[in-house]
C-alpha cells in the first residue's frame, strides 16, 4: 500500500511540472494579441469612378490553391505607405495600383490562367482608429480579414488572412492559425 502512495505523488509531480512548464511555454504567445481591424463594404461603381478609383497605393495580390485550378480566386489588399503588411509567401507585391487598374489586373490574370469569372468584386475599405488605411478587392466567394500585429504605435503592421468559402472546413490560405 506505501508503495502505491508512492507511486501516485510521483505521477502527480510530474503532473504539476508539466503543466507549469506548458505555461512559460503558452504565456509568450498570448501576452500580444492582434486586433481584427474593421472593415465596410463599399458601392464598387461609385467607387472606381470616384477619385478613390484613380488613387495609387502598394498593392498586393494572393490567390486560394487546392482544389480545381480554373475555381481559383484571386484577392487585393490596396495600402497606404508606412504599413508593413504580412500573411505568407502568396502575398505577391504588384507595385502601386489604383482601385482600377486591380479591376484590370483581375480580368487580365483570369483569362491568362483560364479561370472561371466567379462573380464581380468586391471593394471593402479597411478602418484603424477610425481611419480609412487601405482597401481589399476580391469576389464575394473569398473572405478576407485584416489584423492588426503592432507592437508599436508608430509603426503600422498588419497581417492579411483570407480564405476560399468555397473550401469545405475552416481552413484559411493566409495568415497565421
Same mark, same amino acid.
Given at each position: 500500500?506505501?508503495?502505491?502512495?508512492?507511486?501516485?505523488?510521483?505521477?502527480?509531480?510530474?503532473?504539476?511540472?508539466?503543466?507549469?512548464?506548458?505555461?512559460?511555454?503558452?504565456?509568450?504567445?498570448?501576452?500580444?494579441?492582434?486586433?481584427?481591424?474593421?472593415?465596410?463594404?463599399?458601392?464598387?461603381?461609385?467607387?472606381?469612378?470616384?477619385?478613390?478609383?484613380?488613387?495609387?497605393?502598394?498593392?498586393?495580390?494572393?490567390?486560394?490553391?487546392?482544389?480545381?485550378?480554373?475555381?481559383? !480566386?484571386?484577392?487585393?489588399? @490596396?495600402?497606404?505607405? *508606412?504599413?508593413?503588411?504580412? /500573411? &505568407? $509567401?502568396?502575398?505577391?507585391?504588384?507595385?502601386?495600383?489604383?482601385?482600377?487598374?486591380?479591376?484590370?489586373?483581375?480580368?487580365?490574370?483570369?483569362?491568362?490562367?483560364?479561370?472561371?469569372?466567379?462573380?464581380?468584386?468586391?471593394?471593402?475599405?479597411?478602418?484603424?482608429?477610425?481611419?480609412?488605411?487601405?482597401?481589399?478587392?476580391?469576389?464575394?466567394?473569398?473572405?478576407?480579414?485584416?489584423?492588426?500585429?503592432?507592437?508599436?504605435?508608430?509603426?503600422?503592421?498588419?497581417? !492579411?488572412?483570407?480564405?476560399? @468559402?468555397?473550401?469545405? *472546413?475552416?481552413?484559411?490560405? /493566409? &495568415? $497565421?492559425?
Amino acid at each position: 500500500m506505501m508503495k502505491k502512495q508512492h507511486a501516485d505523488r510521483r505521477v502527480s509531480a510530474l503532473l504539476v511540472t508539466i503543466i507549469v512548464a506548458s505555461m512559460f511555454l503558452i504565456l509568450p504567445g498570448t501576452t500580444f494579441a492582434a486586433t481584427l481591424l474593421n472593415s465596410r463594404q463599399l458601392p464598387t461603381e461609385p467607387t472606381l469612378k470616384g477619385s478613390t478609383g484613380n488613387e495609387k497605393f502598394n498593392t498586393l495580390r494572393f490567390e486560394t490553391y487546392g482544389g480545381q485550378a480554373e475555381s481559383r !480566386l484571386i484577392g487585393y489588399f @490596396l495600402y497606404k505607405d *508606412g504599413i508593413h503588411v504580412t /500573411g &505568407g $509567401p502568396q502575398l505577391t507585391s504588384i507595385g502601386k495600383q489604383t482601385l482600377n487598374e486591380v479591376f484590370a489586373d483581375n480580368d487580365r490574370i483570369i483569362k491568362e490562367r483560364m479561370y472561371v469569372k466567379p462573380g464581380n468584386l468586391l471593394i471593402s475599405e479597411i478602418i484603424r482608429d477610425n481611419s480609412v488605411i487601405g482597401y481589399a478587392v476580391s469576389p464575394m466567394k473569398m473572405e478576407i480579414t485584416l489584423w492588426d500585429i503592432s507592437k508599436d504605435p508608430s509603426k503600422i503592421s498588419l497581417e !492579411l488572412r483570407f480564405k476560399d @468559402l468555397q473550401a469545405k *472546413g475552416d481552413r484559411y490560405d /493566409g &495568415g $497565421p492559425r
